[in-house]
């Protein structure tokens, strides 16, 4: 997710832009850059890292005076986060110049026709590919930017959001939009352009949301043309009237970027998978591991390391190697990993997990292995980061940004890595057929509706929190898949309500937990596995004998446990191993409710950092 911003109008464009950036950094913040047309041609200054370092460097410019620019903040897909991969990007001419949200599936493919017809390319984004062939057309079909923009795009196959100038057509600014979000603020004779509207709140309410499939092309002193990309057609676009405050808007609506993520998991899910799952064909792709698959099927053992949430998501990639892909599998905290001289062999593969890609411990660990000969595999939602580039290869969950510090979508979009791993490597073992693989893959497919279904069950949860925000500790019980998820619900309540939690298999009571059961002591029990149900009954009736609460978490259809819980989460039935992407959600929104009830700072709870890197 990516941030873009432009201006063309009565005022100097750069300061508008910065400031617009600075409202746009929740949506990205690894690389950012403006270009300004100054009168003779387009100047530009990129930065790696925040804003303020890209104000750091333009304090040093003269040159970027103007009434017309565009600027953006990047979350990297494509290529690390570094100046040459910054946007603006520019055509070879250095005429055109381009910002960009979204991604360009067919960028190789076009990226090697123009290589043919003579372009260069100095980065290794999809980017300035696209910037490249509305070059390319409006040079071959001497047209305008405004039609050069239309016909590339009917050419380009992804998600885009894009912003154009062009230094042969200074009064104009080209834009248009698919799948990636795009406004355009309507001033008195002015226009302000951003991915929200919170680049130009303070400037103008007059607010046209681009609708998916239309360009328009925003003129100084002329009529702005609003038309279908892939046609001639013109669209009367609707001006809305902007009725909301600057901070809603960067939470979306919501009232903290914790509950934003969260109802983002159906998004974060499809955005992972696209490109990897492809139905049709019957094909699972991760290019960090299908150029080494021999490796993952000759490997003596495979280690995931990794902390908190991010350990969470190893042990259930450990259910999902073993059971699904036979491959044995240990899992390890990377500060236990690092300090007991663990036992490491060449051809060892160990997996990182790290939504930051900057957990000290984590990349303590994976250097420790590095150089006793394995091979590292990172997963990591950072694209550049240091347990990224210390990784022999890897696969970047897409989840966007992740501020909330508690951990949400990055965890489920973690699941989805690791599942793809599971399955692709059984069926390349020939553990699965052909069929059973396709089988998965349509399963994997419907995750994000199965999340999407559960979200829908938020005010029910709501109430329920409410009874249980008084508590002091909590017990969170599940078995198989479950068990892991039982210790992210625990986690999720301690860090952002402060209440004491528990995780633990539902069958360790016996062996000491159930002495802590009394009226008081609340109890989750995830409840849906279909293997061990009888015994996840009776777990629950040895609770209620001992006046335990029992919030029970339970699939649809469900009959013995909802006769004995005090409170049921109903949710969608699943088979087994999709159940962890389901039954996290009710333990997120639970620990979200409970924390907003008791007041506390969700989306930065006291003595935690969203990345802790250092030991
Ligand atoms: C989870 O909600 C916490 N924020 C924390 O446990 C986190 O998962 C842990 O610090 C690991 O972070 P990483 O995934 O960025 O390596």
């Known amino acids: 997710m990516c941030g873009i911003v432009g201006y063309l109008g009565v005022k100097e464009s750069l300061p508008i832009i910065l400031n617009g950036l600075k409202r746009l950094e929740y949506r990205g913040y690894d690389s950012a850059g403006v270009a300004v047309f100054n009168g003779s041609n387009i100047a530009s200054c990129k930065s790696k890292g925040k804003i303020s370092k890209l104000e750091k460097s333009l304090n040093k410019r003269k040159n970027l005076n103007g009434n017309i620019g565009i600027g953006h903040t990047r979350w990297a897909t494509h290529g690390a986060p570094n100046n040459i991969n910054a946007h603006p990007q520019f055509s070879n001419s250095n005429k055109i110049c381009l910002v960009h949200n979204g991604i360009i599936e067919n960028y190789s493919t076009i990226k090697q026709k123009l290589l043919k017809e003579g372009f260069s390319f100095k980065s290794e984004t999809d980017t300035e590919v696209l910037v490249n062939l509305i070059e390319y057309v409006k040079i071959k079909e001497n047209v305008k930017l405004g039609e050069a923009v239309q016909m590339a795009l009917n050419q380009a196959i992804g998600a885009y959001a894009i912003a154009a100038i062009d230094s042969d057509k200074p009064d104009e600014i080209v834009v248009a939009k698919l799948g990636s979000p795009l406004c355009i603020g309507i001033g008195n004779n002015e226009y302000y352009i951003g991915s929200d509207v919170t680049p130009f709140i303070e400037f103008t309410k007059d607010v046209v949301y681009l609708k998916d499939g239309e360009l328009a092309i925003i003129r100084s002193h002329k009529e702005t043309i609003f038309r279908k990309i892939s046609d001639d057609s013109l669209v009367s676009p609707t001006i809305n009237k902007l009725e909301i405050s600057l901070d809603k808007i960067e939470k979306q609506g919501f009232d903290h970027y914790m509950l934003k993520e969260i109802f983002e998991q159906p998004k974060a899910i499809k955005d992972t ?29 495979i280690t995931i390391i990794a902390c908190g949430t991010s350990w969470h998501s190893a042990l259930i990639a450990e259910y999902m190697f073993e059971k699904i892909a036979k491959i044995s599998v240990e899992v390890e905290y990377a500060s236990e990993f690092r300090y007991r001289d663990p036992i490491i062999n060449k051809n060892d593969i160990i997996i990182a997990i790290s939504q930051s890609g900057e957990t000290a411990d984590t990349l303590a660990a994976i250097k ?24 022999n290869s890897g696969s970047y969950t897409h989840a966007g940004p992740e501020i909330g510090v508690a951990s949400t979508k990055a965890f489920t979009t973690q699941m989805i890595i690791l599942y793809l791993m599971a399955v692709k490597l059984s069926r390349a073992k020939g ?9 998965y893959l349509i399963e994997i497919s419907s995750i994000d509706k199965k999340v999407l279904k559960t979200l829908a069950l938020n005010n029910s949860i709501k109430k329920i929190a409410k009874k249980f925000k008084s508590s002091k500790n909590c017990l969170y019980l599940g078995r198989g898949y479950n068990f892991p998820i039982a210790l992210e619900g625990a986690l999720k309540l301690k860090e952002i309500s402060y209440i004491h939690a528990e995780g633990y298999p539902a069958a360790e009571m016996k062996h000491g937990p159930i002495a802590l059961i009394d009226k008081d002591m609340p109890t989750i029990v995830i409840a849906t596995n279909k293997i061990n149900y009888d015994k996840i009954v009776s777990n629950i009736q040895e609770i209620k004998s001992r006046k335990g609460k029992i919030i029970a978490i339970v699939s649809e259809g469900d009959i013995e446990v909802k006769k004995i819980a005090d409170f049921v989460i109903e949710v969608p039935d699943s088979i087994e191993s999709i159940t962890p992407f389901i039954t996290v959600i009710p333990l997120q929104l639970l620990s979200y ?10 989306d930065q709870p006291r003595n935690l950092a969203k990345s802790v890197t250092v030991e």
């Open 368 to 391: 420790l292995a590095k150089s006793k000969g394995a091979y590292i595999y990172g997963v990591c939602n950072v694209v550049g980061s240091s347990i990224a580039r210390e990784s």
């Open 593 to 602: 409710h409970i924390a907003v009830m008791l007041d506390r700072d969700v």
């Open 431 to 439: 553990i699965i057929s052909e069929k059973i693989f396709h089988k």
């Open 273 to 301: 998978l696209r490109g990897r799952l492809n139905l049709s064909k019957g094909l699972i792709k991760l290019s960090g591991m299908d150029d080494f698959i021999n490796k993952f099927l000759t490997t003596n053992k």
